[in-house]
């Protein structure tokens, strides 16, 4: 084979690896506005205020019979989709694996959430049960589906090029988010001129976020491609037997399953922030919906950069080092968030571009640092493992802040406890040899991680 006609092979690869990546990027541009829009703007104060409204005197709803606080009602229906997710996940992570056919399974996990999403239209009244639903069924199908895009990152990238991907598609879903949330900013602020109510307005950013994951869903849908893979035909597991047979599975890799506790623990405090931040703001700092969608604006605008510039520290430093240095902003952030005054905005925009910050970063750098210990062939499985981490296990945190505020009365006394989670998991972490964790997982050990 000649010179050139090797060039040209080369040339060619390189271009489609190109073109994935961009359709790569774009599912993260597609899901991140429900997170953003819905997840940490709307859904956590309007689903809050709908089951006050249907809440006794005593201020308690009761789903199934059970007395539940009215403003802990948001934090345990996440607890619960969360719940739901474990069951779901290894399930698809297998038989993505098993079948190479990651597609499918991710077309039917996007439009799942995004048809729950777009239905939160009809959430008005008293129907906070319904909001419940929808929000579980959303929060369990956006968690599910990323651990087929994840899984996606060991194929579509070298370990060299992993760091600026794994950025590149966080520093998208910021921009997405960004660009939603000044629409969602105009409608809700005007809603009085484009004649509808605030509570309607609201639910129109609600739906307008699942009408946008499901229409940007078809651009990765074209330009990503199926790959068959060393598992394929290999009979499935169920449930948690599938986990447990994945655990048993890294447990000949101990420090791909030491990072991956570690991540456990220090994401479920990202998690926790993310979905309760508008909560605290409007309950507890008695902030107005505007001034929330101008904060998580601001995190979305800063996550942008800051996930492109800690994608360049961890060229630098490593991205172990580089995470740990975002955890550390991560602890004197949330601490400091604590002692926010009450009605205090200027202050709430100041956390606010400590979050994003250190946002995006610490979870693009956490999502490439892992995919270097994934053994070829298992990246769905394995995924799927990192995904229950991400928003699978991320379940203790809600339910902690919700049972807190039930005990308490105090979200600053909920928020305040999150700083555990950032501190235990810097020493986990910090524990971890990574180079000799990739070594152990049968990859290349890049020059810098």
């Known amino acids: 084979m000649g010179t050139e006609t090797v060039r040209a092979q080369v040339t060619d690869e390189v271009t489609e690896r190109r073109r994935e990546q961009r359709g790569w990027y774009f599912y993260d541009w597609a899901c991140s506005v429900y997170s953003t829009s819905v997840l940490t703007v709307f859904l956590g104060p309007y689903l809050t205020s709908v089951a006050k409204h249907a809440a006794d005197a005593d201020g308690f709803v009761h789903p199934l019979g059970i007395p ?11 607890s619960a989709s969360v719940i739901l997710s474990i069951f779901v996940m290894p399930m698809a992570g297998a038989a993505a694996d098993r079948t190479g056919r990651k597609k499918p399974l991710l077309a039917l996990c996007a439009y799942l959430g995004a048809a729950a999403t777009t239905g939160m239209f009809f959430l008005d009244g008293d129907r906070y049960l319904l909001g419940g639903l929808l929000l579980i069924v959303a929060n369990a199908s956006v968690a599910v589906s990323m651990v087929l895009y994840n899984s996606y990152l060991p194929q579509i990238a070298p370990p060299e090029e992993r760091d600026a991907v794994s950025s590149r598609g966080w520093a998208f879903g910021y921009a ?5 949330l000044v629409v969602n900013l105009v409608l809700y602020s005007a809603h009085g001129s484009f004649g509808v109510s605030e509570s309607t307005a609201v639910r129109i950013c609600l739906a307008s976020a699942g009408i946008w994951w499901g229409a940007f869903t078809l651009v990765p849908l074209k330009r990503l491609r199926d790959r068959p893979t060393a598992a394929a035909g290999q009979a499935p597991g169920h449930g948690w037997r599938q986990l447990a047979a994945t655990v ?3 447990r000949g890799k101990p420090l791909t399953l030491a990072f991956l506790f570690a991540y456990l623990v220090y994401n479920d405090g990202i998690q926790t922030v993310i979905s309760q931040a508008s909560v605290y703001g409007s309950e507890e700092l008695g902030l107005s919906q505007s001034t929330l969608i101008v904060a998580v604006l601001l995190v979305q605008v800063l996550a942008v950069g800051g996930a492109l510039g800690m994608g360049r520290l961890a ?12 955890l550390v902003a991560w602890t004197v952030t949330l601490g400091a968030g604590y002692f926010l005054p009450a009605g205090a905005p200027v202050w709430f ?15 693009a750098l956490s999502r490439s640092l892992f995919s270097h210990l994934v053994p070829s062939g298992k990246e769905a499985e394995y995924f799927s493992a990192y995904e229950m981490s991400d928003r699978g296990m991320s379940w203790l945190g809600p339910l902690l802040f919700g049972l807190t505020y039930q005990l308490t009365g105090s979200y600053r006394d909920a928020i305040i406890s999150l700083v555990a989670f950032f501190v235990i998991g810097f020493v986990l972490l910090a524990r971890v040899p990574v180079r000799q964790a990739v070594h152990d997982a049968g990859n290349p050990v890049p020059d810098r991680i």
């Not at 997405?176 to 939603?180: F, K, N, P, V, Y």
């Open 176 to 180: 997405a988010g960004s660009l939603m």
């Open 315 to 326: 060229r630098t430093y490593g991205a172990k080092r580089t995470i740990l240095g975002s």
């Open 68 to 78: 539940v606080r009215a403003g802990s009602f948001f934090a345990y229906a996440v």
């Open 349 to 363: 925009f100041v956390l606010a571009a400590g979050i994003g910050l250190v946002l995006g970063g610490s979870q």
């Open 248 to 250: 048993r599975d890294m």
